[in-house]
């Protein structure tokens, strides 16, 4: 099994920033992979971004993209650090792990889901 949990989310105004984290803990070799995810009251879970542990190989969502940017280190913390957020940003973020770094964008394939962290980005 493996642990997540995400920490780092509050209020910030439009334009500001925030940093996510996702502390992941057990047998962590079966998530080598790492994902953010996000949904917003009323809407579908959308992917977010995500990243491989041992490679450079990352994935944004368009709508994040230049925005956004997922890091890790050598601790087995994931890192969302989000840049000029938008009120459209506002959401419950989740982290989440799977082994292969394939089909990255569809949550069910995930194995491993943090409790979540709300995002609220007011304009």
């Known amino acids: 099994q493996v642990q997540l949990v995400e920490s780092g989310g509050g209020l910030v105004q439009a334009g500001g920033s925030l940093r996510l984290s996702c502390a992941a803990s057990?047998?962590?070799?079966?998530?080598?992979?790492m994902g953010w995810f996000r949904q917003a009251p009323g809407k579908e879970r959308e992917f977010v971004a995500a990243?491989?542990?041992?490679?450079?190989?990352t994935d944004y969502a368009d709508s994040v993209k230049g925005r956004f940017t997922i890091s890790r280190d050598n601790a087995k913390n994931t890192y969302l650090q989000m840049n000029s957020l938008k009120p459209e940003d506002t959401a419950v973020y989740y982290c989440?792990?799977?082994?292969?770094?394939?089909?990255?964008?569809?949550?069910?394939?995930?194995?491993?889901w943090g409790q979540g962290t709300q995002v609220t980005v007011s304009s």
């Open positions: 989440a792990g799977k082994r292969e770094f394939v089909n990255v964008r569809v949550g069910v394939q995930y194995d491993y």
């Open positions: 057990g047998r962590t070799f079966s998530s080598s992979v």
């Open positions: 990243i491989y542990w041992f490679g450079d190989s």
